[in-house]
């Protein structure tokens, strides 16, 4: 089987460090990614680890542990408009996408 | 203009009616993808396809149908709409080995 773990729900303060653990079971791994959706709107992608490591886009960065099936979103800096559910996403084969539940984070003033 | 439109934004129904839902992208994508998006379970894929003539089923298939009309066009029909078919859909599209997707803006359909 699949599944994909991450928080529910995450609160954190404006200007503020935050991270969003992932832990993944699945057969053909190819890769981790991140999107992120505003209430009712469309997901759009944040950041993708196909390779062990740290990626980093500007203030968001991801990180990706093959070995230890788990990954992160860290957001830095953190501003009211990232107020936003995350959802982790395995890269199967055929470029298939399979989501987490999504993590809801909330930023307080 | 918008990449990825998706049509009708709102749809509420009744139980029993064929229902259509359409999604056109102008980004010159190969593949398309329809998800559902339910409160608390993430998105889960439809159907996908991969050109014209590719049609694959994803996780949750039963009850729905597709129709690669064209490259840029990809429908999704509820022959019979059931109340737990109450969800917000999502048409996305990519390209060949890259992964991001990009979204359309989504539906949001309510059967009665």
């Known amino acids: 089987g699949q599944s994909l773990e991450q928080p529910s729900e995450v609160t954190a303060v404006e200007g503020a460090i935050v991270q969003i653990n992932c832990t993944y079971q699945?057969?053909?791994?190819?890769?981790l990614s991140w999107y992120q959706q505003h209430d009712g709107g469309a997901p759009t992608f944040l950041s993708y680890?196909?390779?062990?490591g740290l990626e980093e886009t500007g203030r968001f960065s991801s990180f990706l542990s093959r070995s230890d099936s788990y990954g992160y979103l860290l957001l830095q800096e953190l501003q009211m408009k990232d107020s936003a559910s995350y959802f982790c996403?395995?890269?199967?084969?055929?470029?298939?996408?399979?989501f987490g539940t999504g993590t809801l984070l909330a930023v307080q003033p | 203009d918008a990449d990825v439109t998706q049509t009708p934004r709102n749809r509420i129904t009744k139980t029993g009616k064929r229902i259509m839902l359409e999604c056109s992208q102008t980004k010159g994508h190969d593949r398309m993808y329809w998800y559902r998006q339910d409160p608390g379970l993430g998105l889960r894929l439809i159907y996908y396809s991969f050109d014209v003539k590719d049609i694959n089923k994803g996780e949750i298939s039963d009850g729905y149908s597709v129709s690669r009309q064209a490259q840029a066009k990809f429908s999704l029909s509820l022959e019979s709409a059931i109340p737990n078919q109450t969800a917000l859909y999502f048409c996305a599209t990519n390209n060949g080995p890259y992964n991001e997707q990009f979204f359309g803006p989504g539906t949001r359909l309510t059967v009665l």
């Open positions: 699945t057969s053909g791994f190819y890769g």
């Open positions: 996403a395995v890269r199967r084969a055929t470029n298939k996408l399979i």
């Open positions: 680890n196909g390779l062990d």
